[in-house]
C-alpha cells in the first residue's frame, strides 16, 4: 500500500498526531519517582501513557483488519503471504503508538540535556505495542468490527489499567508500564522486564494463532495455552517483587571521598553536590562529636550497608535540607518492628532530630519552620525543646540524647522526657 494511501484511509495516521499531544501533556505532567535526572526513572514515568497507547494501537489495528474481512480480502487468492500482509496492515498502528510512546519518554527528560533514555524500557514497551496490534488484528479479522472494536479497547486498556489497583502487587509489572519505577537508590529488576515480555509474547503467539487459523476448536486451545504459558511464566518470574519492579542499585554508581575519618558517597546524579556536602558533614560532625553524639564514620545514599548512615537528598535541596538528612541518617531510621510492635520511641523522634539538627548548625527559627508540631498533648514543640535542652549541662544532654536514641532505635523502649 502506498503511503498517501495509508495517510488517507488509516485511522491510526489520522489520529497519530492527536494522540502524540495527549500522551506528551500527560506525561508531562506526571512525577517521577525522582527528580534528579535519573534515567531510569525518567524513562520509567514516561511509560505512563502505556495504558492510553495500547489500547489505541489495538482498536487502530482491529479497524485494519475489519477492512480486509468486510472485503473478503483475506481470503482471496494474492501474491503476498498472509504474515506480511498483517505487518503492513498493523504498520500505521504501531508506527503511531512507537511515536507517542517515544515523545512520552521525551517529555520527562525535559531540562536534562545530558541524560539518555533507559533504552531497555523503550524496548520492552515496543515489544508490548507490536503485541496489542497484533492481538488488535485478530480480533478485526475475525469478529465483525461493532465487536471487536469494543472488545480491543476494553480489553487492552483494562489490562494496562486494571493491575495497578489488584493485588498481588507484582501483576501491575506483568503490563509494560513501569511508571512507579525507581528512586535513586533503586534499579529496575531485570526480571520485571522479562515478565512483561513473555505476557507480551504469550500474547502475540495467541493472536498468530487466531490470524491464521481461526476460531476452530484446536487453534483457539492452543492460543489460550500460550496467553496461559505467557502470563505463568511472567507471573513467576516477578512474583517475588513488590509494588515498585526495583532491586538495590548497584554500588559501582556511587560517588565517594573521604576527609579524614569520614567517608561521603553519593550516586553519581549528585556528584557536583558532593564537595558541599562533604563540608557540611565535616562541619556537623565535629559540633556532634563535641557534644559527645557518637557519629558514624560512614555516609552513604545506598539503602542499607553495614556500620554505615544511610541519607538521601535531592538536587534541589538546600543547606538545611541536607543537614537534616544527614541528622536524620545520625539518629537512624524507625526500626523495623515499628509496623507491627508498640513504638513508644515515635514520640520523641522529632524532637531528637531537631536537637541534632540545632547541634549540627541549624538555627532554631529554622527549625521551627520545619518541625511545627507539638509531639503530643502538653508536649513541646521541636524548638520549644531545643530551647529546654540548650539550658541544660553537657552532662544532663548526653544521656537524654543517650536514652532516646535508644528509645527510637527500638521498640519497647520509653522516651525520657527533658528534665527541668
Known amino acids: 500500500m502506498r503511503l498517501l494511501t495509508t495517510l488517507r484511509i488509516s485511522p491510526a495516521a489520522w489520529f497519530a498526531v492527536p494522540m502524540a499531544i495527549a500522551t506528551v501533556l500527560y506525561s508531562a505532567a506526571y512525577q517521577p519517582a525522582t527528580s534528579d535526572g535519573y534515567s531510569v526513572a525518567l524513562t520509567a514515568a514516561g511509560t505512563v501513557t502505556m495504558s492510553f497507547i495500547a489500547p489505541f494501537v489495538a482498536v487502530s489495528s482491529a479497524w485494519e483488519a475489519s477492512r480486509l474481512r468486510r472485503a473478503g480480502w483475506w481470503g482471496a487468492p494474492h501474491v503476498r503471504s498472509h504474515l506480511t500482509i498483517a505487518l503492513w496492515s498493523i504498520a500505521p498502528a504501531v508506527a503511531a503508538g512507537s511515536l507517542a510512546l517515544v515523545l512520552s ?33 485478530a480480533l478485526g479479522l475475525r469478529l465483525p468490527i461493532v465487536v471487536a472494536g469494543p472488545i480491543a479497547v476494553i480489553g487492552s486498556y483494562a489490562w494496562m ?68 504459558i505467557g502470563f505463568g511464566s511472567g507471573a513467576l518470574i516477578v512474583s517475588g517483587l513488590g509494588a515498585s519492579p526495583a532491586v538495590p542499585r548497584d554500588t559501582a554508581d556511587l560517588v565517594c571521598r573521604s576527609r579524614a575519618s569520614t567517608e561521603l558517597c553519593v550516586w553519581r546524579e549528585h556528584a557536583d553536590r558532593l564537595n558541599e556536602t562533604m563540608q557540611l558533614l565535616s562541619t556537623a560532625r565535629s559540633r556532634w562529636q563535641a557534644e559527645g553524639i557518637e557519629v558514624p564514620t560512614v555516609f552513604t545514599e545506598e539503602s542499607e550497608r553495614d556500620g554505615a548512615a544511610s541519607f538521601g537528598f535531592s538536587l534541589a535541596a538546600t543547606r538545611d535540607d541536607l543537614l537534616h538528612g544527614l541528622a536524620y541518617a545520625v539518629a537512624a531510621p524507625w526500626p523495623p518492628c515499628a509496623e507491627s510492635e508498640p513504638y513508644p520511641g515515635g514520640m520523641a523522634v522529632e524532637i531528637v532530630h531537631a536537637w541534632l539538627d540545632y547541634v549540627g548548625g541549624m538555627s532554631v527559627e529554622d527549625i ?24 541544660l549541662s553537657l552532662d544532663e544532654r548526653s544521656a537524654w540524647l543517650s536514652a532516646n536514641l535508644a528509645a527510637i532505635r527500638q521498640c519497647g523502649i520509653l522516651p525520657r522526657p527533658i528534665p527541668s
Request: charged share 15%.
Open 105 to 137: 519518554v521525551a517529555a520527562q527528560f525535559r531540562g536534562f540535556d545530558a541524560v539518555v533514555p533507559d533504552l531497555r524500557l523503550v524496548a520492552t514497551d515496543l515489544v508490548v505495542i507490536v503485541a496489542h496490534a497484533v492481538a488488535g488484528f
Open 368 to 391: 521551627a519552620m520545619r518541625l511545627p508540631a507539638e509531639t503530643g498533648p502538653g508536649n513541646p514543640t521541636p524548638a520549644e525543646a531545643v530551647h529546654s535542652l540548650s539550658a
Open 161 to 228: 489499567a486494571v493491575p495497578r489497583a489488584l493485588e498481588p502487587l507484582w501483576i501491575r509489572h506483568l503490563t509494560g508500564s513501569f511508571e512507579a519505577c525507581c528512586l535513586l537508590q533503586e534499579e529496575l529488576a531485570p526480571h520485571a522486564l522479562v515478565g512483561a515480555l513473555l505476557v507480551a509474547s504469550g500474547l502475540m503467539a495467541a493472536a498468530l494463532i487466531v490470524i491464521a487459523r481461526g476460531w476452530l476448536r484446536g487453534p483457539i486451545a492452543a492460543a489460550i495455552g500460550s496467553v496461559a
